[in-house]
Structures are given as structure tokens and as C-alpha cells.
């Protein structure tokens, strides 16, 4: 009897399952499908830019990059399963699995910043500060992702992790302004640019949350893999492209007059 049933669950899960002839699902359907295939594509490929670049860069910065190979190579096996998840169950988000990724990348993001600076000992306190907001943040989140749309506790810890948001952007703007300012000018340029990614990137999750509130969610899981892979592959290579100039920076003296 348990067989029998498993069976029929089995068939019943095959037969609402997404067709990869996407003509043959909703429209909306196959665009997300599509950008879940296409999200785990760029960031695989991402992964293996990173790591395949790693020695191309001063020995100073190599750490920084297998960070950034493990964001996208992580990404890219949630990924993966995010689209097969999405795919067999017929379009059901695959919203806990997302959590998880974030939960893993994002702090991993955030320790390119004290990486870069190569602050010491000072670093190792941006770097608790960064990761403990940042998983306050994404717990918070999830919390609210999985209470009741619009009710209060759902409010509540959507607030909440909003506020962990803000404390992250004003550590980055704030309390490492002047370590980014004394930086060496491409690293600086580098680092500016990968805050904006966190104030500007970022707040793209928060407004794909406020989707859900108004019964667009479908269209925010379209939102969310396209942030996704800019505000991973894209902040990474930025990283990269200030770690070039570094490395340049260094094997080139400056001219005496």
C-alpha cells in the first residue's frame, strides 16, 4: 500500500512538473524557470573566472579571491537546486533553499571589505560586526518570509532585519570611510563601488519582500535572480578588477621627477 502510494505521488509530482519546452508552461513560469537555469549557469561560470584568476593577482589578494570563487561556486550549487525544486514541483518557490544561500554568501560578501583594507587585528572587529548583522538580517527575514503576509509579525521582523540593513551600510559607510579614503586610489575606487552594490543591490530584497505583500510574487522570484547574479558575479568582479590594479599598482613604481 505505501508503495502503491509513493508511486502515485511520484507520478502525480512528474505530471505538475515545469516542461523545458517552455512554450508548454505559463509564461511567467518559463521566464523564472529560464532565469533559474540561466542564474546557475553565470554563477558556475563566475566561480571558475574567480578561481581560474586567482594567481593573476599580488599574493596579498589571493584570499579574496577564492572568497569570491566560493560565493558564486556556492550560489551555484543552490542554484541548482532551487531549479530543480521550482521545476518538479511546478512552480513552487523554492524560498528556504534561497535563505540558506544567502545565509552562506552574503556574510562571505561582506568580509571582502576588512580582506581588501588588510586592516590586522582592527579587521577582525569589522568582521564580526559585518557577519553577525548580516545573519541577524537574513534570520530575521526568513522569520517574517515564513509568518502570515501583512500581519504583525510579519511586519515585525521584516522591520527588524531592514534595521540589521541599515546598521551593515552604516558600518561600511561610516565606520570604514576613512580606512577606504586611505586605501591606495584603485582600491579605493574598487571598495567604493562595492558599497554601493550593499546600499543599492542590497535594497532590492527588501522591495521584492514588499511584493509579497501585494500578490506579486512570482514577479519578485524573476527580481531576485537577476539581483542575485549581479550582486554576486558583478561585486566580485569589481573586487577583482581593484585586486588587478593593486597588483599593477605594486609592480610598477611611481616615476621620481
Known sequence: MNALLAQIASVTEHANALSLDFTKNAPLQSVTLYLFFAGTVAMGAGALYFFLLRDSVDAAYRGAMVVAGLICAIACFHYLKMTHVYQESGGQFPTALRYVDWLFTTPLLLIKFPLLLRMGDRGTRFFLQLVLLDVAMIVLAFIAETSPVNSERWWTFFLMSCGCELLIVGVLYAQL?????????????????????????????????????????????????????INKVGFGLVAYH??????????????RA
Not at 189 to 200: E, G, H, P, S, Y
Not at 205 to 215: D, E, H, N, V
Open 242 to 255: 581593484g585586486m588587478q590594479a593593486m597588483s599593477h599598482f605594486h609592480a610598477t613604481p611611481p616615476l
Open 177 to 229: 570611510r576613512q580606512a577606504i579614503a586611505d586605501a591606495p586610489v584603485p582600491l579605493a575606487q574598487a571598495l567604493k563601488t562595492m558599497r554601493l552594490f550593499v546600499l543599492i543591490g542590497w535594497a532590492i530584497y527588501p522591495i521584492g519582500f514588499l511584493m509579497a505583500s501585494s500578490g506579486y510574487g512570482e514577479l519578485r522570484e524573476i527580481v531576485y535572480n537577476v539581483a542575485d547574479v
